[in-house]
């Protein structure tokens, strides 16, 4: 078991009626709220008209960002952090999923950062200082609510790039909110709490006990859940452990005393909606199968691990390791197609064109996966995107 340090600042309200502490949680840090929002979902099911309410009720002053892209671009930080000085915010309240909480974190450290927020995101993030940031989740998939990450896209230079910025202060989790998300996305967010997992699981440690725990628990609840709140979408018992899943899945939590992977497929991920602005889940459910049936393919040291999975989170059983191990990855791949999410670039309307300049671009902004849990050369990523069609 290797070492590990905890820690995750934020504080956690999960729950029906979570949101009775926002008003309190915003005044302890000022009186001036930026609300930023996506592209109006929250106008929709009537969320917006509840937080102004409690900003009322709390004689607080609200300055709106709306408008936050899927795949959040630099100009809505810019944006931002220009609003933030104009009206001195106090306090950043981000309401909606994880593109919105992302351009948040941005604009919260950027309101610090000395230069363009641009060159911050190319340093890698910034957790130097921030403003004070709460956030009300309304889609189960990223976990940004219970983390440092932000994934910030530049459309001019089709890059989106990953940056550790600073954890959310307060973040409000209430499982009714997601009722209202698309089929599509609940489906695409669920591929993406399973892809976090995948990539911390996929190890060669196996005796971190807890962690392996969590990971295979995880992916078992979203098997059993994701089903349940695509044909009910009220389901409540379904939609809070997806909620309660995206948080822990991305927290860092599942690689506690483990060696995880380089995160691969989200690398690969984040080159393919930086050139087609795709959604993040569908990316990952078209990625995560053939890079599994790749490094197993290439390096056979792994195939304990490929049975772990197929025993433990989809309940295979047999006494031939290697049809077991191809067995684990069909059983995710069919789980994905169950749930109507696409399957190739092609439907997609993705071809090779852009395949080695993504690879390339990985290298340069990642430093490449030659370290990786299976090592990868330029190569095989194009390899892998290829298979992907
Ligand atoms: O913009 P609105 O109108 O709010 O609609 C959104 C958007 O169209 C809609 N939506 C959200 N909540 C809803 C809802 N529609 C109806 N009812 C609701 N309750 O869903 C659409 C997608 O929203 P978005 O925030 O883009 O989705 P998601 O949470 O999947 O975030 C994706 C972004 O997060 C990044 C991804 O790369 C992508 O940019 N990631 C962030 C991570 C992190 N910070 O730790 C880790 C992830 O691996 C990921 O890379
Ligand atoms: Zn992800």
Redesign the pocket.
Known sequence: MENFTHCIPTEYHFGKGAIDCLGDCLARYGSRVLLV?????????G?YDTIIGICNDKALTVTELS??????QIATVRKGIALCHSESIDVILS????????CC?AIAAGYYYKGDPWDMALAGGCQDRSLPLVDV????????EF???????NSMTSQ?L?GTYRCPDVSICDPT??????AS?TA??SA?IM??ICEQYFSRVFDSDLSEAIGEGILRSVIKNLPQALSDPSDYSARANLMWDSSIA?SGIPAYGKIPTL?PC?AM??EL?GFYNI???VG?AILTPRWMRFILKKDTSVTPRFVKFARNVWGLDGNDDEALAREGIEALEDFFSSVNLPSTLTELGIGNEHFLDMANDLKEVTGGLENDYVPLTIDDIVAIYTACL
């Not at 929002?37 to 099911?45: D, L």
């Not at 989740?137 to 940004?144: D, E, K, P, R």
């Not at 983390?147 to 896209?153: G, M, P």
Request: aromatic share 6%.
């Open positions: 929002y996506g592209g109006g979902s929250i106008k929709r099911t969320l408008g936050v892209e899927p795949n959040p309401v909606g999923g994880g593109s919105t909480i992302d974190k989740m309304t889609l189960a998939a990223t976990g940004s983390d440092a990450d932000a994934v910030i896209s989106k990953d909110y997601t009722f209202s998300v698309p996305q695409a967010g993406d892809s976090h991305c995160w989200h991920e984040h909606s959604t993040h889940g990952l």
